[in-house]
């Protein structure tokens, strides 16, 4: 399997916006610019606000940095839509979370990087899913 590496949402937030055991490994995979689509800045953003309870200028510099150090975050179209719930029918994922696979598959990607699903599980034979904090 090989392709670019998409980034779930929690890498970005460990990155950006909480210091803990997991951000140095965080700060280390957005560096090297996965991809990520709108959703994922979506959810960055509710969770910045809602749940961390950041300012909004905060947000919006992280959401700048985040999108100068990974290509153009994916958009959200009708097909990914409907690849999503064929995947969160097939798989049980949550709706959210296979709207995220269905965008790395879309991009050809080969890892999907998340703490939120199995380690190791491979998707369609042509997604991997990595956490990337398991071992720490």
């Not at 800045?41 to 919006?60: D, G, H, M, Q, S």
């Not at 269905?102 to 991997?128: F, H, M, N, P, W």
Request: proline share 5%.
């Amino acid at each position: 399997m090989s392709g670019p590496a998409f980034l779930d949402t929690n890498i970005l937030v460990y990155a950006a916006l909480q210091s803990d055991h997991r951000s140095d490994a965080a700060r280390r995979l957005l560096a090297t610019g996965g991809l990520i689509s709108v959703q994922v800045l979506n959810e960055f953003t509710n969770v910045a606000y809602r749940k961390l309870r950041r300012p909004w200028l905060e947000i919006t510099r992280a959401v700048e940095a985040i999108c100068y150090l990974c290509p153009p975050p994916l958009p959200l179209t009708l097909a990914t839509h409907q690849a999503a719930r064929r995947i969160a029918e097939g798989t049980g994922f949550a709706f959210y979370d296979a709207l995220i696979v269905a965008s790395a598959l879309e991009a050809k990607c080969g890892i999907l990087y998340s703490e939120d699903l199995q380690d190791g599980q491979v998707i369609e034979g042509r997604l991997t899913v990595r956490n990337p904090f398991g071992a720490e």
